[in-house]
């Protein structure tokens, strides 16, 4: 199986790229991971992971400043359905838009709109920084096998803005942090993680098992 | 629920670990990812790493480090020490830290802040403040901020200084206090409570621990989001875990689930 991590020069991709190998391995896959931005990469990829740390506004601009990287994943995600993981920013992009730092055009795959995160107990900090476990909104295999709740797994989670999706369907799980937090999207083909599945140990390399073995 | 983080700081000086980590069975205690990788399976919430590299050739060591790390442990990871461009800010995220933090650069120009947040986002920008009491006794505690080691002073109060910062993007502010740090006699938590309640980012607690009480106290009575130590952890006073079980016990949220084991996981594997 061919996986395209894309590199856009917006954010670390070495945790991604290890998590990855040691997912397939865990879950007995023979995976290749490709690392780069050529559109042919995407072209030719089973499945595409986007990474993202960073702002909005400056991840967008680097993700459209690749010649021919929309296109090509617009191809590959929307007209030929592959599986497609996005994290954090490399998730927010999704949305329809963002807010950090004036209103950005996203990629519009998952209606919705990047928001700062305004807890209704205004003594919580923002960002929201730290381990935090989650709540399922509803069953998928994606989650299979992983403890969820209050007496959960963890997931680390590093960001000020989290996506809000227009159809509340598209919510997979949240966290709690003075009112509900996104925490996976999932709409058709497409999945994405505000947490950093490379950085949350066992609940992340579970996650990213389920996404390689995963039939949209 | 969010919980309360434990952070170990690595000191590092031209690619290696300085203080050295004692407790722990390593091959080579001076390698900074080998010690990175013992802390990520002891349960650590983040790891630290201060750069205090002197020499301008050796300053890419931290970058070697870092790059290394972010291959073996599933850990996020700070980096501060010697960081005064956003180029230096660009090249540790792409080496694969999660944040880095910005101490001198900051207070010499607070703009670098705002600049650095717009670019990376604010929740990958922390600004590192080390801070002396300078009120005599009997007057309203005031805190000013030092560099160089807490050697030289600024002139600059540090609550005012920590709420600028905030409103300039600063994702969270890393404090220190420099009459504390190395007496093991616990935070200043007046100090840390002081800044902790008069910005809405988090705070780390940093300087002073000597005792696992201390550590609940940064929070309880400092409002600390997270701990930071150094000592007590490397020379093995304490482990990571038995901190955080300390804390649990004294009613704080911890999270004590499954790291040793996603790490044991990852051991086989790297």
Excluded at chain 1, 157 to 176: S, T
Excluded at chain 2, 76 to 98: K, N, S
Aim: one cysteine or more; aromatic letters at 6%; charged letters at 20%.
């Amino acid at each position: 199986m061919n996986i395209a991590l894309i590199d856009y020069e917006a954010g670390n991709i070495h945790s991604a790229h290890k998590a990855l190998e040691v997912a397939a391995r865990e879950a007995g896959l023979d995976i290749t991971v490709t690392i780069g931005s050529d559109p042919e990469i995407v072209a030719s990829a089973d499945r595409i992971m986007l990474p993202g740390d960073g702002a909005f506004a400056d991840c967008v601009g680097h993700l459209r400043s690749v010649p021919g990287l929309s296109e090509a994943l617009h191809e590959a995600v929307q007209v030929k359905g592959r599986p497609f993981f996005g994290i954090c920013v490399g998730m927010q992009l999704l949305a329809t838009e963002g807010r950090e730092h004036g209103v950005t055009q996203g990629l519009d795959w998952l209606p919705g709109t990047v928001k700062r995160i305004e807890p209704a107990d205004t003594t919580l900090k923002v960002p929201h920084m730290g381990w935090n476990t989650l709540f399922a909104h509803r069953e998928h295999p994606l989650l299979k096998g992983i403890a969820l709740g209050p007496d959960g797994l963890h997931a680390y989670f590093l960001h000020a803005y989290h996506l809000v999706p227009a159809n509340d369907d598209d919510v997979l799980a949240e966290a709690d942090y003075g009112g509900p937090i996104t925490a996976i999207v999932q709409r058709g083909n497409i999945v994405g993680t505000q947490f950093h599945p490379e950085k949350s140990q066992a609940l992340g390399l579970k996650l990213l098992a389920n996404f390689l073995t995963w039939t949209p | 629920m969010l919980k309360i983080r434990v952070i170990p700081c690595l000191d590092v000086k031209d690619g290696r670990v300085v203080k050295g980590v004692q407790f722990l069975d390593l091959v080579d205690a001076g390698d900074p990812v080998e010690s990175a990788r013992a802390y990520d399976a002891a349960g650590a919430d983040e790891l630290c790493f201060l750069d205090i590299t002197a020499s301008v050739e050796a300053r890419g060591t931290i970058l070697d480090v870092v790059r290394r790390t972010a291959e073996a442990c599933f850990m996020p990871v700070t980096v501060g020490g010697g960081v005064r461009t956003i180029e230096d800010i660009r090249a540790l995220m792409l080496a694969g830290a999660d944040k880095v933090s910005i101490n001198t650069a900051a207070v010499k120009d607070r703009s670098i802040v705002a600049r650095a947040a717009d670019k990376f986002g604010g929740q990958a920008i922390v600004v590192a403040i080390d801070a002396k009491k300078v009120s005599a006794p009997g007057e309203a505690e005031r805190f000013e901020i030092f560099t160089h080691g807490g050697r030289t002073p600024t002139g600059i109060d540090a609550v005012a200084f920590a709420v600028d910062v905030a409103r300039l993007g600063a994702g969270e502010i890393l404090l220190t206090s420099m009459d504390r740090d190395g007496t093991k006699a616990g935070f200043d938590l007046p100090l840390t409570r002081a800044i902790a309640d008069a910005v809405s980012i988090p705070v780390v607690a940093s300087g002073g621990v000597g005792t696992l009480d201390h550590l609940v106290e940064g929070v309880t009575e400092g409002h600390a989001s997270a701990v930071l130590a150094a000592s007590i952890f490397h020379f093995g006073t304490f482990t990571v875990e038995q901190a955080k079980r300390h804390m649990a016990a004294a009613g704080l949220p911890m999270r004590l689930d499954a790291a040793a084991k996603g790490s044991a996981r990852q051991e086989g594997a790297v």
